[in-house]
């Protein structure tokens, strides 16, 4: 069975500082999708960024990036000159490329507040 | 739709009656998830469904919850004598189907359930 743990519960970052939230995941399949979920308090979960386990380059999305180690099992996301819209939980997920019906697995989210 | 639309967006009911939320994908995607989101939590995953094939139930937590899927397209969640531990925001989300394709999962605003 595949897991995804987020250890940071919680992380607060200064407005235009960049923050790092961890992400580990352990899964025995070789090709899978990653994704950086973020959730306001409006609720809506919102795509943040996505890694495809064949590149080996990591994604990037403006200020978002990620530290993609495949072989540590590690995705690491990246803000850089936090701003305040983006305090929220954000979660890291994944998916396998193909297989039955595994749905998306989830940690369970760090809480990140920006301050000003 | 343009996107994933969840109805009702808050339900408050008393305990022991029956609640049916409902959720329309993404016209065109296959694939059709339910998770649960309690209160400051991470995503707990409910039901599947994937195009014609028999729906992962693995994670629906009681037999007072069921859902269903009609003509591939609109979902219904029904939990039945709801009690308070099924307060949550119910979030229904959908893609495009599995493989190499590169699907992206969409999320609705949720639906947040009270039960008093």
């Known amino acids: 069975a595949q897991t995804v743990t987020q250890s940071q519960p919680e992380m607060s970052v200064q407005e235009a500082e960049t923050v790092t939230l961890s992400c580990t995941y352990d899964t025995s399949e070789s090709n899978y999708y990653l994704f950086w979920y973020k959730q306001p308090p409006s609720r809506q979960m919102i795509l943040v960024i996505r890694q495809e386990a064949y590149k080996q380059q990591n994604a990037t999305e403006n200020r978002f990036s990620v530290n993609f180690q495949k072989a540590a099992k590690s995705f690491s996301l990246k803000i850089s000159d936090s701003q305040l819209g983006d305090t929220a939980m954000y979660f890291c997920?994944?998916?396998?490329?193909?297989?039955?019906?595994?749905?998306?697995?989830f940690g369970k989210g760090t809480r990140l507040s920006v301050i000003a | 739709g343009a996107g994933v639309s969840q109805s009702p967006s808050n339900k408050v009911t008393e305990k022991g009656k029956d609640v049916e939320l409902r959720c329309d994908p993404i016209?065109?995607?296959?694939?059709l998830y339910w998770y649960r989101q309690s209160l400051g939590q991470g995503l707990e995953f409910l039901i599947y469904f994937q195009g014609n094939s028999a729906p992962d139930k693995s994670g629906l937590p009681s037999d007072r919850f069921s859902a269903e899927r009609t003509g591939g397209s609109v979902s219904t969640l029904t939990i039945q004598r709801t009690q308070q531990e099924d307060s949550a925001v119910y979030l229904c989300?959908?893609?495009?189907?599995?493989?190499?394709?590169?699907?992206?999962?969409?999320f609705g605003e949720g639906s947040w359930l009270t039960v008093v």
């Open positions: 016209s065109g995607h296959t694939a």
């Open positions: 997920a994944f998916i396998p490329f193909e297989s039955g019906n595994t749905p998306l697995v």
């Open positions: 989300a959908s893609s495009e189907g599995r493989g190499y394709s590169g699907n992206t999962i969409y």
